[in-house]
C-alpha cells in the first residue's frame, strides 16, 4: 500500500472524483449521433440492452462492456412488443433513477431512454421474424410473438447503435441464440457476446421478475437450481440421457409447487431437441411459481453445479461464454 493510500487525510483526484453521470439518449436519432460521433473518434461501442430494474446480471454485462469496449451505451427499454396479450406490460418493475445511478457507478458513458413513441412512431409497418427452429419453440410455443417482438427491438438497437459488440446473458439461452442468428442473418457485423449467468446467493438466477415472489415463493424458487444442481453431478457422473438428466430437474421443481412449462435438453447452438446429451448441450428450464414465470439454464459439462456457483458473483469481470456474428 503506498503511503498515500494509508493516510485517511489524503485525498486522490482519481479515487474522490465522483463519477458523472451518463449521457442520456432519448430517441434512436440521439443514439445514432453519440455512436457515430465515437466511431469518428477512432473509439469502440459496446451496447449492453436491457429492460431496465437493473441487478447484478445486468452489471456483469456492463462491466463485460467496459473491459472489453473504448466506450458503453446501455438502453433501457420496457419493450411492448415482446409481451404478450396475457402478460401485463405495465406491472413490469421500472427504477430508472436507481438503474443510472448504478449505471454512473459503474462509469457507463451513456443510457438510451426512449419512449415507446420514440421507438415505434405512427405508422411503423416493419416486422422481423427470426427462423422458426428457434422461434417457434420453447418460449416460442408459451410466449407466441414473443421473439418477433424481441428482435425487431434488437434489429432497431443494432441499427441505430451500429455498436462494435452487443452483450446478452446466457440467463435467456434462447434469446442469445435468436439474436445472434439475427446478427449474423442481417449482416449487421456487429459481434453477439454471451455472458454467464449471475446467481443469488442460494443459487436463483437473479432476474428483475424476481421482485414478483412473495418470501415463500422465493424460498421455493431454489428448486430450480437445485434441479439443475443434480443434473450437472449426474452429468458429471457419467448419465447421458437426456430423459433422466431432465427428470433430475423436474422433481424438486414439482414438489416445490412450480408449473412446469418446460424442462428441455437441447444442442447447444441449434436449440434442436437432444436423447443423448454431450458436453455443451444445455438443459432448459421454465415454469410458474404463483403468477411469476422463471427461466434458468445450465450448459452441461461447462457450468459449475448451480448450487456451488452460488454467491460467486461479485465485482470480478466474468469472461464471455460466446461471441458470434463475428465478420
Ligand atoms: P432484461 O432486462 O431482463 O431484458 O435483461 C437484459 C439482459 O441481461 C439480457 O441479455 C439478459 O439475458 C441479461 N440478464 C438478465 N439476468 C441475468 C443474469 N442473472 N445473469 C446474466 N445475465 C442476465
Not at 103 to 112: P, Q, S
Not at 175 to 193: F, K, P
Not at 257 to 262: L, P
Request: net charge negative; glycine share 10%.
Amino acid at each position: 500500500m503506498s503511503p498515500m493510500a494509508a493516510s485517511p487525510t489524503m485525498r486522490t483526484v482519481t479515487t474522490d472524483r465522483p463519477a458523472e453521470p451518463p449521457r442520456r439518449l432519448t430517441t434512436p436519432a440521439e443514439l445514432r449521433r453519440w455512436s457515430e460521433r465515437c466511431r469518428a473518434a477512432g473509439l469502440s461501442v459496446g451496447l449492453v440492452p436491457t429492460m431496465g430494474a437493473l441487478h447484478e446480471g445486468h452489471l456483469s454485462l456492463v462491466r463485460r462492456a467496459r473491459a472489453d469496449c473504448d466506450r458503453v451505451v446501455v438502453s433501457i427499454f420496457v419493450n411492448p412488443r415482446q409481451f404478450g396479450a396475457a402478460e401485463d406490460v405495465d406491472r413490469y418493475p421500472r427504477a430508472v433513477d436507481a438503474d443510472v445511478a448504478l449505471l454512473t457507478a459503474e462509469r457507463v458513458d451513456a443510457v438510451f431512454l426512449p419512449s415507446v413513441e420514440a421507438m415505434y412512431g405512427e405508422g411503423a409497418g416493419t416486422s422481423v421474424h427470426v427462423d422458426e427452429s428457434l422461434t417457434g419453440v420453447l418460449e416460442g410455443l408459451h410466449r407466441p410473438g414473443h421473439f418477433d417482438g424481441v428482435a425487431l427491438v434488437v434489429a432497431k438497437l443494432l441499427i441505430a447503435c451500429r455498436p462494435h459488440r452487443a452483450y446478452f446473458g446466457q440467463k435467456d439461452a434462447q434469446q442469445s441464440a435468436v439474436v445472434g442468428r439475427l446478427a449474423r442473418d442481417l449482416d449487421t457485423g456487429v459481434e453477439i457476446a454471451v455472458c454467464p449467468v449471475v446467481r443469488d446467493a442460494d443459487g436463483v438466477a437473479l432476474s428483475s421478475r424476481n421482485v414478483y415472489l412473495s418470501a415463500d415463493e422465493r424460498g421455493r424458487a431454489v428448486a430450480i437450481p437445485a434441479g439443475l444442481s443434480a443434473a450437472a453431478v449426474a452429468f458429471a457422473a457419467g448419465e447421458r440421457r437426456a430423459g433422466a438428466l431432465c427428470s433430475l430437474v423436474r422433481q424438486p421443481m414439482e414438489a416445490a409447487g412450480f408449473e412446469i412449462d418446460y424442462v428441455a435438453a437441447v444442442d447447444g447452438e441449434t436449440l434442436a431437441p437432444v436423447d443423448a446429451t454431450a458436453p455443451g448441450c444445455q438443459i432448459l428450464v421454465a415454469g410458474r411459481m404463483g403468477s411469476t414465470r422463471l427461466i434458468d439454464v445450465i450448459r452441461l459439462g461447462i457450468d459449475e453445479a448451480p448450487l456451488d456457483a452460488a454467491g460467486s458473483h461479485g465485482s470480478q469481470v466474468p469472461g464471455v461464454i460466446g461471441i458470434q456474428g463475428r465478420e
